[in-house]
């Protein structure tokens, strides 16, 4: 049996769960495949994954995508907008003639060219972990977009979300709780320093952001290991002039590692690393995206139902989270079976085959 993943090329979160899902996949028996482009492609070659060839022609949406981020916030720019739609456009008409009918089930994990494919793929599947834009963002931008959302779900008899039934209302989706990178717990070797971990996705976005925690982190120095997972689209040279004390971590597909040896972990809260924090029941402070729903609604719900996630508003508040973290007692993280839920997408491929 064959699977098919086309992945969104926004950062790395999509095509990280895609590809733990595609290892159970494959466990039951499937040869996997894969449509995407950088910085996805990256990532798939670390893992030795079979990328086809059609994948090196299409454009990367992560380029206009950090222009619209730019400065760490989302910013309405008509023309990044108007580019980026055009991007979508020129792969799908890359793909239009493309023979998904060779594959026995075609995951789309938020691949918005599907929207210009002119033709219905059957046997289709939609993994998102949104799946509506609230209606004060961008209004009334969002009505028209939403629209254009729910024509677009129906194209797949099966729609996933990415995180558990109670973050979402739509009934349509079903939820597949947080995907982890890795199978079971790790055990790492112990640090005698108090460590942290500083990481901001995939793109180059978060750099912005990671010049002013280290600054804010100054007076810890002496406290503290404090490491800097560099993603596929950020240089040791672009940062490298803030400290010279601070440790890089060059690009990994295994994030998780370094995560479990952390203490502490300031982060995004993109869904990928989020998923391995909360499997891994460590201390995360998350500064979102400033205007990026997905991100602050994900955090204020975990914030609500864990006691070691925090949402840093203001950088000003950083040293004070830091010493309450440091005076937990006892991690109250998610039930075990909020990273199983992912396992369940084999029945429901099973019932299209």
Same mark, same amino acid.
């Given at each position: 049996?064959?699977?098919?993943?086309?992945?969104?090329?926004?950062?790395?979160?999509? /095509?990280?769960r895609?590809?733990?899902?595609?290892?159970?996949?494959?466990?039951?028996?499937?040869?996997?495949?894969?449509?995407?482009?950088?910085?996805?492609? =990256?990532?798939?070659?670390?893992?030795?994954?079979?990328?086809?060839?059609? !994948?090196?022609e299409?454009? =990367?949406?992560?380029?206009?995508?950090?222009?619209? *981020?730019?400065?760490?916030?989302?910013n309405?720019?008509?023309?990044?907008?108007?580019?980026?739609?055009?991007?979508?456009?020129?792969?799908?008409?890359?793909?239009?003639? *493309?023979?998904?009918?060779?594959?026995?089930?075609?995951?789309?994990?938020?691949? #918005?060219?599907?929207?210009?494919?002119?033709?219905?793929?059957?046997?289709?599947?939609?993994?998102?972990? *949104?799946?509506? %834009?609230?209606?004060?963002?961008?209004?009334?931008?969002?009505?028209? $977009?939403?629209?254009? $959302?729910?024509?677009? #779900?129906?194209?797949?008899?099966?729609?996933?979300?990415?995180?558990?039934?109670?973050?979402?209302?739509?009934?349509?989706?079903?939820?597949?709780?947080?995907?982890p990178?890795?199978?079971?717990?790790?055990?790492?070797?112990?640090?005698?320093?108090?460590?942290?971990?500083?990481?901001?996705?995939?793109?180059? /976005?978060?750099?912005? /952001?990671?010049?002013?925690?280290?600054?804010?982190?100054?007076? *810890?120095?002496?406290?503290?290991?404090?490491?800097?997972?560099?993603?596929?689209?950020?240089?040791?040279?672009?940062?490298?002039?803030?400290?010279? =004390?601070?440790?890089?971590?060059?690009?990994?597909?295994?994030l998780?590692?370094?995560?479990?040896?952390?203490?502490?972990?300031?982060? !995004?809260?993109?869904?990928?690393?989020?998923?391995?924090? $909360? #499997?891994?029941?460590?201390?995360?402070? /998350? #500064?979102?995206?400033?205007?990026?729903?997905?991100?602050?609604?994900?955090?204020?719900?975990?914030e609500k139902?864990?006691?070691?996630?925090?949402?840093?508003?203001?950088?000003?508040?950083?040293?004070?989270?830091?010493?309450? %973290?440091?005076r937990?007692?006892?991690?109250?993280?998610?039930?075990?079976?909020?990273?199983?839920?992912?396992?369940?997408?084999?029945?429901?491929v099973?019932?299209?085959?």
């Amino acid at each position: 049996m064959k699977a098919l993943f086309l992945v969104s090329s926004v950062g790395l979160g999509h /095509v990280a769960r895609s590809y733990r899902i595609s290892t159970y996949l494959k466990k039951k028996g499937f040869n996997i495949y894969w449509i995407t482009s950088e910085p996805c492609i =990256s990532f798939l070659k670390l893992k030795d994954e079979k990328i086809l060839d059609i !994948s090196y022609e299409l454009k =990367s949406l992560c380029d206009t995508a950090e222009i619209l *981020f730019r400065n760490y916030k989302f910013n309405f720019d008509i023309t990044a907008l108007r580019k980026e739609f055009e991007t979508m456009k020129y792969n799908a008409k890359l793909l239009e003639d *493309f023979d998904f009918e060779g594959y026995d089930v075609v995951f789309f994990d938020e691949f #918005y060219e599907y929207f210009f494919i002119k033709r219905r793929i059957e046997n289709a599947i939609y993994i998102t972990d *949104f799946v509506s %834009i609230p209606i004060g963002y961008l209004f009334p931008l969002s009505l028209i $977009l939403n629209d254009y $959302l729910k024509k677009f #779900y129906k194209r797949f008899k099966y729609r996933f979300f990415a995180g558990l039934k109670d973050e979402i209302k739509n009934k349509d989706f079903i939820p597949l709780g947080y995907i982890p990178n890795i199978d079971k717990k790790i055990k790492v070797p112990k640090s005698d320093e108090y460590t942290v971990l500083i990481t901001f996705g995939g793109s180059n /976005v978060g750099k912005y /952001v990671i010049k002013k925690i280290v600054r804010f982190l100054k007076n *810890f120095r002496e406290t503290m290991k404090i490491y800097i997972a560099l993603g596929p689209r950020i240089s040791r040279e672009e940062i490298s002039s803030i400290n010279e =004390s601070i440790k890089f971590l060059d690009f990994t597909d295994k994030l998780y590692y370094y995560i479990a040896k952390s203490d502490l972990v300031i982060t !995004s809260g993109g869904y990928s690393t989020m998923s391995d924090i $909360l #499997y891994l029941k460590k201390p995360a402070i /998350v #500064y979102p995206i400033k205007n990026h729903f997905e991100q602050i609604n994900r955090i204020k719900f975990l914030e609500k139902v864990t006691n070691h996630v925090y949402f840093l508003k203001n950088f000003e508040n950083i040293y004070e989270i830091i010493n309450r %973290i440091k005076r937990l007692k006892k991690i109250k993280g998610l039930e075990n079976w909020c990273f199983e839920q992912y396992k369940r997408i084999y029945s429901y491929v099973i019932d299209l085959l």
